[in-house]
């Protein structure tokens, strides 16, 4: 995997390499081995690469020319075999050991932008066709890999990390209001276009984005959550069969060719991911270790540090555990080596850093997550109501008679509901915050954008509505929030797997049932079989009761972002909560803690700590 970053000059003088040059030593931190740029009139093209497979320099050569098409990529291409037969009915040369960026230069000789519709993986790319003169960059389907960039009449540039523009003259210090509003609501920006920057812009999940020098630059989307397409086998085990052979895919293809790190809870999505990950491994001689976060220490009721060494044991999996309440919220909040690009809510970032140089110890730069597991192993709530609402009599007698048949019940089908209708329940969310300077809320319509999030919020009902939910992308890039050497990979985010499990029937999905037997045999009983389980007691919460904030308090004079936060208020609410008062939910801690780290970001960026 890469860093990427590039200039297009529009008024067709010559790009100026320095830039380039200056953009990508911003991004050494992620991709230390090295880098290169090439010019090409008034395109210049920057890599900076990580190696994660253990190849020579020489096979990783990161931009690609055949004197007409260039390309810098950030990108993992799933699927090759398919691709590869595409590619050669189009008449494309390309061979099983075509580098991922060849393979999209091929696909763009072979089908121009339609392209998109034969890739799938973690991408982000930038493609320069000399004849058309076109730049075109385009992102994964849920924005696994970033991309950023700045347009403006003069130049256009790009970069995976947002700090990276910061050096060109066109992107500004201004912060843009709407974003921080967002922040401040759910700890990420709601629109995925926006940053933080005003100048500055995010190409979203499943875009594309075209740029001529002559004309205004062309943004679509080339991909949606799909509908489900029901799949009906004969079998419950046909079902658990196709399940196994598309989710192991889904995890192979995210091994490197070398050592590997896996989180590991108690729960079902990444112990299911450690034992597939492993048996591969261990064929291909890599090694794999297992990284669990504990809570026990700090609430003694949670088993997952239990559950995750029986697991470990069971697959013979190195395991390291780390006590998550050993470490104050917010600690080392300014140091230079934890600064962000964008503000992170995310209290534990002292801990992470220690989480990726143990990694790093191991040799792994790859680190698999079970991010996306209840997402795409939930059942539908609308399927079968939708098909008797609409009338569609005959799909909902095969579906009533094919659930039937295999559960000996109408249960899970969700008919009554729809029979009945939904009755109005009243819908939680905290109260808006008094603290927020009403100047302020004035200027981004806080009021909207708060019933706006928490309307989205409630809406997830259903698989495909979770995964088109704008903070998919932006909670996907949270493992790779600090400049390190660490790539972050999500089986259950695969597209394969996303379209097959959504087609599946709710008896295969509630309770994860296909994925528990999957893994009979594979995983302990008692892991297996252990129902979900949630905390009863947030931790994060836990630690601020106990007084494990720790050296973010400060006079409200002398804080930052006095424009947007009431910081007396602030104080008034957080001294509240410290001493137990009002709801437990995480939102509420969330809500309470976003000015912290907000203004802990603002300090670093007004001491030029951010690289």
Not at 445 to 454: I, L, N, P, T, V
Not at 502 to 524: A, D, I, Q, Y
Request: proline letters at 7%; hydrophobic letters at 40%; one cysteine or more.
């Amino acid at each position: 995997m890469s860093c990427i970053a590039g200039v297009l000059r529009r008024d067709g003088a010559p790009a100026d390499p320095r830039r380039v040059e200056a953009m990508l030593a911003c991004m050494h931190g992620r991709a230390p081995d090295g880098d290169e740029v090439v010019c090409d009139g008034p395109l210049a093209l920057g890599q900076a690469w990580l190696r994660i497979d253990g190849a020579p320099r020489s096979a990783a050569h990161p931009i690609r020319s055949d004197g007409t098409l260039w390309i810098t990529a950030d990108a993992r291409i799933d699927g090759r075999a398919e691709l590869l037969d595409a590619l050669r009915a189009a008449g494309r040369p390309a061979d099983a050991d075509t580098p991922h960026a060849g393979l999209i230069a091929q696909a763009w000789r072979a089908w121009g932008p339609r392209m998109l519709e034969h890739l799938i993986g973690d991408f982000a790319f930038a493609l320069w066709d000399a004849h058309s003169r076109t730049l075109v960059c385009a992102r994964d389907h849920f924005g696994v890999r970033p991309l950023h960039y700045v347009d403006t009449p003069e130049l256009f540039a790009f970069a995976s990390d947002l700090d990276a523009l910061r050096v060109l003259p066109q992107v500004s210090d201004t912060l843009d209001e709407a974003s921080i509003a967002d922040f401040l609501i759910f700890g990420t920006c709601l629109d995925p276009g926006r940053t933080i920057w005003r100048d500055a812009r995010c190409l979203p999940p499943a875009h594309l984005l075209q740029v001529d020098a002559a004309k205004p630059a062309t943004l679509g989307r080339y991909w949606d959550v799909p509908e489900p397409e029901p799949i009906r086998l004969r079998s419950q085990g046909e079902y658990v069969e196709a399940f196994t052979q598309v989710f192991t895919q889904a995890v192979t293809d995210r091994l490197p060719d070398g050592p590997v790190a896996t989180h590991l809870s108690g729960g079902m999505d990444s112990t299911a991911i450690a034992a597939v990950a492993i048996a591969h491994a261990r064929r291909a001689g890599h090694r794999v270790t297992a990284h669990h976060v504990s809570c026990h220490e700090l609430l003694p009721e949670d088993e997952e540090r239990h559950y995750a060494e029986m697991v470990a044991s069971h697959l013979g999996l190195p395991l390291r555990c780390d006590e998550l309440g050993r470490h104050p919220l917010f600690a080392r909040s300014h140091d230079p080596s934890l600064a962000t690009s964008m503000p992170f809510a995310y209290p534990h970032l002292a801990h992470h850093d220690d989480l990726i140089h143990q990694i790093a110890a191991s040799g792994a730069r790859v680190l698999l997550t079970g991010q996306g597991g209840d997402a795409v192993l939930t059942p539908s709530a609308t399927y079968y109501g939708d098909l008797l609402r609409s009338g569609r009599w005959t799909a909902l007698a095969r579906e009533i008679a094919h659930h039937v048949r295999h559960t000996g019940s109408l249960a899970g089908m969700g008919l009554r509901s729809a029979l009945l209708g939904r009755q109005a329940e009243p819908v939680w969310r905290p109260a808006l915050p008094d603290w927020i300077d009403p100047a302020f809320a004035r200027r981004v319509d806080f009021q909207a954008r708060w019933d706006h999030a928490w309307k989205s919020y409630h809406g997830n009902i259903d698989a495909q509505h979770q995964l088109r939910q704008t903070w998919v992308s932006s909670s996907l890039q949270s493992a790779e929030v600090l400049k390190r050497p660490l790539v972050a990979r999500h089986p259950f985010f695969d597209v394969r797997l996303v379209r097959f499990l959504l087609g599946l029937p709710n008896f295969m999905l509630v309770g994860k049932h296909v994925l528990r037997e999957s893994m009979r045999g594979r995983l302990p009983e008692p892991v297996r079989t252990r129902p979900k389980i949630s905390l009863v007691v947030d931790p994060v919460r836990s630690m601020v009761t106990d007084g494990k904030l720790g050296h973010v308090a400060r006079p409200a004079t002398e804080s930052r972002g006095r424009e947007y936060v009431l910081w007396d208020r602030h104080t008034d609410a957080l001294r509240q909560f410290s001493e137990g008062r009002g709801s437990d939910s995480t939102w509420n801690n969330l809500l309470i803690l976003a000015p912290i780290a907000l203004k802990n970001w603002l300090d670093q960026q007004q001491k030029g700590l951010a690289t």
